[in-house]
């Protein structure tokens, strides 16, 4: 039997009554939309509830599904300690998405639970569905740091065992939009907070999946937001289907976005499988990269793929234009993947006798010594995307007042340890970010003395 319906919820505690105390009053619109929520699970009769969910334990490269029979949970961390819950697992579809998962490559599974207590991401829909419908088994699922494609293969692999088995299955995406709406809200404003929301919403309101999987990595994390991936999920198990789609309710009256919506399958419509538009869409514009990277970029590309798969260093070209053999400079190459980071590393001031060596250098080093990153492997590289970027003049600086996030890198140092952030970076708005960071990297407290240093870049693509 397939899902017989989706639904978009946030999951601010706030909006409990009982934490509230008049406060989830502020949120009318998102309480008046999580009634009728309430009223169609109730209509639907659902075996099974199925809810993704940000709170949940969460791994860079492993979905997590709840193990066991049973598990309960309270809102005593957010002041609160007789609003509780306990729900049945549904054991067997667990047992039942796991393998399919794993036979499309997919690392999930009910390893590494660290607490058997429901999270609120989970418990605050919960509460309302609880209200008018309780007779369900449910599923729990976390993100992770998987990329965008990954949760959607993901969600087709939830329908493909629904599918399999005899229950009514309800699917809830639970999640909030941007965390940086407000000057004055709890996580302060970002210029992207606001476009995020506008974007995504006008995105749910009509059911474009396509676009759920098109935001930029980058963007999202400087909007600050929590929900894209679980949302996702959704997307995927709704896969090739066709959907009414009904945007709720919006608001953010806290500087955080609730979007509540409810997706009715409707049919079948080979127009919307979209991981698969997805795919081909980012295979043409990396093939569009390729045909127009400049010869910097080529450089680093040839030398990485050669050395991958034939695990020895490739010679340098001898068609170089004369700025890469006559010219020193510290270079880093950065490679990404599916819009995240998949491995960076450069050197301040040169090691080689050229840059042409200094790319080389360090394009294989970004690939297989990155030490936040397993080596590339042979099958990623025609998804890489790489900017090489060389470094000018470092200038040693006394106030942070010359710094300019968009023009300037910056290089924190004390005696022993130095960092470095490179300049015009997505979600870095300010010198005091930057700075931030750098010390970070470095492992330099705030409180230490320590000297900056400013530098220009040009980046290649």
């Keep these: 039997m397939p899902i017989v319906g989706a639904f978009i919820v946030p999951h601010p505690p706030i909006i409990i009554p009982e934490i509230g105390r008049g406060q989830e009053k502020k949120t009318q619109k998102t309480l008046d939309a999580y009634e009728e929520v ?4 109730e ?12 709170h949940s334990i969460l791994y860079s490269d492993y979905i997590h599904l709840s193990p066991g029979r049973k598990a309960e949970g309270s809102f005593k961390d957010f002041g609160v300690t007789n609003v509780k819950m306990a729900v049945d697992y ?4 667990v047992q039942s998405i ?6 499309k490559g997919i690392s999930a599974g009910t390893k590494g639970e660290r607490s058997k207590l429901l999270d609120h991401g989970t418990m605050v829909p919960l509460y309302f569905i609880n209200q008018r419908y309780s007779d369900y088994k449910l ?3 976390s993100l992770s740091g998987l990329s965008l494609l990954t949760h959607y293969e993901f969600g087709r692999c939830i329908t493909k065992a629904v599918g399999q088995s005899n229950k009514r299955v309800v699917l809830i995406a639970s999640g909030d939009l941007s965390h940086k709406l407000k000057e004055d809200g709890p996580y302060g404003l970002s210029e992207e907070g606001p476009i995020f929301d506008k974007e995504i919403t006008q995105a749910i309101a009509v059911g474009d999946f396509l676009k759920f999987l098109s935001f930029d990595e980058n963007f999202c994390d400087a909007a600050a937001e929590c929900g894209l991936r679980s949302f996702i999920i959704m997307s995927g198990a709704l896969d090739g289907k066709s959907v009414s789609a009904e945007l709720l309710s919006y608001e953010g009256p806290f500087g955080v976005g609730y979007a509540v919506a409810a997706y009715e399958i409707t049919g079948e419509d080979d127009n919307r ?20 990277e400049d010869r910097y970029v080529r450089l680093a590309r040839q030398d990485l793929e050669h050395f991958v798969r034939n695990k020895t260093n490739m010679s340098r070209p001898q068609d170089l234009p004369e700025e890469l053999t006559a010219k020193r400079a510290g270079v880093f190459v950065s490679l990404k993947m599916d819009g995240r980071l998949r491995g960076c590393i450069g050197t301040i001031f040169p090691f080689t006798q050229s840059i042409a060596d200094e790319i080389m250098r360090n394009a294989v080093l970004s690939g297989t010594e990155d030490p936040r990153f397993e080596p590339v492997m042979e099958e990623e590289l025609s998804k890489l995307v790489y ?10 600086i006394s106030s942070i007042e010359e710094l300019d996030t968009k023009r300037y890198g910056v290089i924190v140092r004390t005696k022993n340890k130095s960092g470095l952030l490179l300049p015009n970076l997505v979600g870095i708005d300010s010198p005091v970010e930057q700075v931030n960071i750098a010390l970070k990297k470095a492992g330099i407290s705030y409180d230490e003395r320590y000297e900056m240093d400013r530098f220009e870049v040009v980046r290649h693509f």
């Design 38 to 41: 309430a009223k169609r699970i």
């Design 43 to 54: 209509q639907l009769k659902p075996d099974t509830i199925v809810v993704t969910t940000p």
């Design 90 to 93: 549904d054991e067997d579809l």
């Design 98 to 103: 796991i393998p399919i998962a794993e036979e």
């Design 139 to 141: 599923v729990r699922i």
């Design 273 to 292: 499988h979209f991981g698969k538009i997805y795919e081909q869409i980012e295979e043409m514009n990396l093939k569009n990269l390729k045909q127009n």
């Design 387 to 396: 900017s090489v970027d060389v470094l000018g003049h470092v200038e040693h």
